[in-house]
Each structure stands twice: as structure tokens, then as C-alpha cells.
T-cell receptor, first 113, second 112 residues
Framework: AQSVTQPDIHITVSEGASLELRCNYS??????LFWYVQSPGQGLQLLLK??????LVQGIKGFEAEFKRSQSSFNLRKPSVHWSDAAEYFC???????????FGAGTRLTVKP | DGGITQSPKYLFRKEGQNVTLSCEQN?????MYWYRQDPGQGLRLIYY???????QKGDIAEGYSVSREKKESFPLTVTSAQKNPTAFYLC???????????FGDGTRLSIL
């Protein structure tokens, strides 16, 4: 069955430290891949997306993600975390279009001063 | 500014009552979506609409209904048949079915 897994429910990092959030998917073919961020009580904002081409994708707010076909992964990274990055992060995967999109359960990021 | 407006922000439902959540967009997007968000479960698709006067069930449509009479509006009704309606509801839109979605700020529905 098609699925999206974010193995880490909660991650805590110090401000200025690097960050990596994991996302794995189980699909028969390479899907469309997305990372969204959600602040408490608000909607989701798109950070970046991968459709095809270069496997290293740059997004907003200094985030990047790398698609690794061999590992069925699309991990999100940031070299230096800011306190304002504290939020919940969702990986999303769609095989054909938005109508079949699946979201991971999310990873909550806490940033220590 | 273009965007998606969801109202109300908080909504309370009594037993046996239907309630309607509003979603309006001024982005001129063709496709609109309703998601339900529960803690620790991510988002699940309730209904989607690719064009006016057409909509399709998502993964968890039971107990919900929608309409799409205008391009900019996609209201969601939570009926009394939905036995566990307490959740955060998010509306989204996209220019087409492959482009990334834009989300509203959500409506939190609770039971009285």
C-alpha cells in the first residue's frame, strides 16, 4: 500500500544547529514530493517541491531537500536553525495529482535558545 | 492580497446538528480541497473539486457533504452522521491538480 512515513514525531535542536527531518515513502513509481510547514493554529505553507530533474531542491526560508530514489526518501535540511523555525513539518507525496496526495503524520520541531 | 479565507475560526456543534464551514478563495484557482487534521495523523482528504459543479469524495467523505456552485467557494457541511467531528479542518486550492496547494488558516470544530 502507498504510504508516507515521518519517523520522528518530535525533534529538538539548538538555535544555530543544523536540522534534518526525515521522510520515507512507499510507492511503486517516483511520486511528486512536497514539504509543508504549519505554525500552531494555522494552515500549511509550501516549503519546497520535487517533480523531476535535479534531486537537490531549494525552498523558502533557507530549507532544502534531497530526493534519493534508492532510499525512497526526501529529507528536509537546514544548515542553521532559527527560533522562528519552530513549527510542525509535513512531508506529502502524490503519485498522479493532488487528488491522491498523502501526508505524513508530521514532525514537530522545537528550537532551544 | 490573494488567498483563502476560512470561517469561522472556531465552531461548536450540538448533538444532531449540521454545521457548515466556509471556504472562499480569490486566487482564481480551479481546484479546491477539504482536509481533516487530527493530532498525530497528518491531513486526510475529505472532498475535492476540480471544476465548478463537480466534486469527488476523498478518503473520509462519510458524514460530510460539499457544494461547488461558484469557482471561489467550496463550503463543507459536517452532518449529524459524522460521529466524531472534533478536528481541525483545512481548505486548500490549487491552479490545477498537479500544482502545489495553498491552504487557509483552518476551522477548529468542537462538540458541545
Amino acid at each position: 500500500a502507498q504510504s508516507v512515513t515521518q519517523p520522528d514525531i518530535h525533534i529538538t535542536v539548538s538555535e544555530g544547529a543544523s536540522l534534518e527531518l526525515r521522510c520515507n515513502y512507499s510507492y511503486g513509481a517516483t511520486p511528486y514530493l512536497f514539504w509543508y510547514v504549519q505554525s500552531p493554529g494555522q494552515g500549511l505553507q509550501l516549503l519546497l517541491k520535487y517533480f523531476s530533474g535535479d534531486t537537490l531542491v531549494q525552498g523558502i526560508k533557507g530549507f532544502e531537500a534531497e530526493f534519493k530514489r534508492s532510499q525512497s526518501s526526501f529529507n528536509l535540511r537546514k544548515p542553521s536553525v532559527h527560533w522562528s523555525d519552530a513549527a510542525e513539518y509535513f512531508c506529502a507525496v502524490a503519485l498522479y495529482n493532488n487528488n491522491d496526495m498523502r501526508f505524513g503524520a508530521g514532525t514537530r520541531l522545537t528550537v532551544k535558545p | 492580497d490573494g488567498g483563502i479565507t476560512q470561517s469561522p475560526k472556531y465552531l461548536f456543534r450540538k448533538e444532531g446538528q449540521n454545521v457548515t464551514l466556509s471556504c472562499e478563495q480569490n486566487l482564481n484557482h480551479d481546484a479546491m480541497y477539504w482536509y481533516r487534521q487530527d493530532p498525530g495523523q497528518g491531513l486526510r482528504l475529505i472532498y475535492y473539486s476540480q471544476i465548478v459543479n463537480d466534486f469527488q469524495k476523498g478518503d473520509i467523505a462519510e458524514g460530510y457533504s460539499v457544494s461547488r456552485e461558484k469557482k471561489e467557494s467550496f463550503p463543507l457541511t459536517v452532518t449529524s452522521a459524522q460521529k466524531n467531528p472534533t478536528a481541525f479542518y483545512l481548505c486548500a486550492s490549487s491552479p490545477g491538480v498537479v500544482q502545489p496547494q495553498h491552504f487557509g488558516d483552518g476551522t477548529r470544530l468542537s462538540i458541545l
